[in-house]
C-alpha cells in the first residue's frame, strides 16, 4: 500500500489509545468513532468505494466475499495479531459497501472490573436454568456474558458450549471445558448447532443471542433438562424482556410458555451505560429480577406481569435484586454518576429526584453541558417545575 493510502489498521489500532468502542467507515464519510457513545468524525476527506474495496480484500477470505456476495450481510471476527480483536460487520447501503468494527479486548475484564454487581457470579454457579442478559444494541451485553463466564471458568469444573455469530472474546480453559462454536466456520447455523448441543455433554450453554422461536424453545428445553443456559436479548428492561419472550409464541401457546418460564427463568440481568461523572467513560446501571415466589407468580398470570417491575423495587437486596433507579441511586451515592444524568436515564425520574434530594451533596443544580450529540440532561429544578406545573 502507497504512502497516501489510508491506514484502515492504523485506525484500528488507535481504537485502544482513544478508548473508542466502534469504527464506523462508509463511502463519502470521513473515518468516524464512537467513543463514550458518541460519534466522531475524523477530520479527513470521505473514503472512497475502492479504498473500502481494497480494506475488505485484505481482510475477508473467498468463503467470506461469497457469502457476502450473495446475502449483502456479512458478520465476521477479525484480530490484529498482538494488538485486539474486531467484531466487523459488512453490509451494503446505496450500492456501495459499509463497514462497522467494533472493538473486543484480548484479555476478557471481570465483573469487578466492568462495575457490575456480585450477585452475576452467584447466578452463573447455578446448575440448571435460563440466565437473560438483556440491553439495548451497544450496551455491553457481550461483555458482561464473557465476564461471567471468565467467573465461572476460575470457581468451578463445567463444561461450556458457545454457539456464537462471530466468537467475539476468547476463552481459555482453567477449571472449566470450555468448546467455542462458530456459526459459519464450526457449525452452519444457530439452529443447526442447537439441535445437537444436548449430546455433546454441556453443563454450560452460552446462545450468542436469541434471534427466533426456534432458538428460544431449544433454550427453555435445555434449562428445563438440568443445564444452565446463557443467552442475551435486545430488550431494554427486565419486563419488556419477558414480553419480548412471549411475543415470539401465538396467543394459544403463551400459557405454556409462561409456565416453561416460570418453571426455569433464573434471573433477567438489563443494563444500560451510564455517563461517568468524570466526562469520560460509562458505567453499567444493571437491573435484576431473580425468580422466586411472587415473580413466578406474576410471570403465570398475564394480569400481573406488568407488576414485576414493582416487585423487582420492592425485593432490593432480596438475592440481589435492584430496579434500574436503584441501581442509580447507588451509583450517585458513590459520586460515580452525576444526579442530572441519573435522571436522564432513570425509569421514574420524579420517584428518583426526591430519592438523590436525600443524599449528602447532591443539592439541586442547572444542567450541565452536554457533549456534541448527546441531548442536554434533566435537573432536579427542571422536574420540580414539571411537578408544579402538573400540580
Not at 60 to 78: C, G, M, N, P, S
Not at 139 to 159: E, F, I, Y
Not at 180 to 200: C, M, P, W, Y
Request: charged share 20%; aromatic share 4%; hydrophobic share 40%.
Amino acid at each position: 500500500m502507497s504512502d497516501d493510502r489510508r491506514d484502515f489498521f492504523g485506525y484500528l489500532r488507535n481504537m485502544i489509545t482513544i478508548g473508542a468502542s466502534d469504527l464506523h467507515l462508509k463511502v463519502g464519510a470521513p473515518p468516524t468513532y464512537r467513543i463514550d457513545g458518541v460519534l466522531f468524525a475524523m477530520e479527513e476527506s470521505g473514503c472512497s468505494a475502492s479504498e473500502l474495496e481494497e480494506l475488505s480484500n485484505a481482510i475477508l477470505t473467498r468463503q467470506h466475499r461469497e457469502v457476502y456476495a450473495k446475502e449483502l450481510e456479512l458478520d465476521i471476527a477479525f484480530s490484529i495479531p498482538g494488538t485486539a480483536r474486531y467484531r466487523v460487520n459488512f453490509c451494503c447501503q446505496r450500492g456501495t459497501l459499509g463497514a462497522s468494527f467494533r472493538l473486543v479486548p484480548m484479555t476478557i475484564p471481570s465483573l469487578s472490573d466492568l462495575g457490575l454487581p456480585g450477585v452475576l457470579g452467584d447466578l452463573v454457579q447455578h446448575l440448571s436454568g435460563l440466565l437473560l442478559v438483556t440491553g439495548a444494541t451497544g450496551t455491553g451485553k457481550s461483555t458482561t456474558v464473557a465476564a461471567m463466564l471468565d467467573h465461572l471458568n476460575h470457581v468451578t469444573a463445567r463444561k461450556i458450549v458457545t454457539v456464537e455469530d462471530p466468537i467475539e472474546y476468547l476463552h481459555r480453559d482453567d477449571r472449566c471445558l470450555i468448546y467455542q462454536r462458530e456459526v459459519g466456520n464450526d457449525t452452519h447455523s444457530f439452529a443447526h448447532a442447537l439441535k445437537h448441543i444436548l449430546r455433546q455433554d454441556p453443563d454450560v450453554v452460552m446462545i450468542a443471542e436469541i434471534r427466533d422461536v426456534e432458538t428460544l424453545m431449544i433454550a427453555l428445553q435445555a434449562a428445563n433438562t438440568g443445564h444452565l443456559v446463557i443467552t442475551t436479548l435486545q430488550a431494554a428492561d427486565v419486563v419488556q424482556a419477558l414480553q419480548r419472550l412471549l411475543a415470539y409464541f401465538p396467543p394459544h401457546q403463551q400459557h405454556e410458555v409462561r409456565r416453561l418460564l416460570a418453571d426455569n427463568l433464573r434471573a433477567v440481568v438489563s443494563q444500560r451505560l451510564v455517563p461517568l461523572a468524570s466526562g469520560q467513560g460509562r458505567l453499567p446501571a444493571v437491573e435484576v429480577m431473580v425468580n422466586g415466589g411472587t415473580i413466578r407468580e406474576y410471570l403465570v398470570d398475564p394480569a400481573k406481569t406488568a407488576l414485576i417491575r414493582e416487585a423487582v423495587q420492592a425485593g432490593a437486596g432480596h438475592d440481589g435484586m435492584q430496579s434500574f433507579d436503584q441501581a442509580l441511586v447507588q451509583l450517585v451515592q458513590k459520586g460515580l454518576v452525576a444526579p442530572d444524568v441519573a435522571l436522564r436515564h432513570a425509569a421514574r425520574p420524579n420517584e428518583l429526584a426526591l430519592q438523590i434530594r436525600g443524599l449528602p451533596g447532591t443539592a439541586a443544580r442547572a444542567p450541565s453541558a452536554g457533549r456534541v450529540g448527546v441531548d442536554p440532561p434533566v435537573s432536579l429544578d427542571d422536574l420540580d417545575q414539571s411537578q408544579r406545573k402538573a400540580a
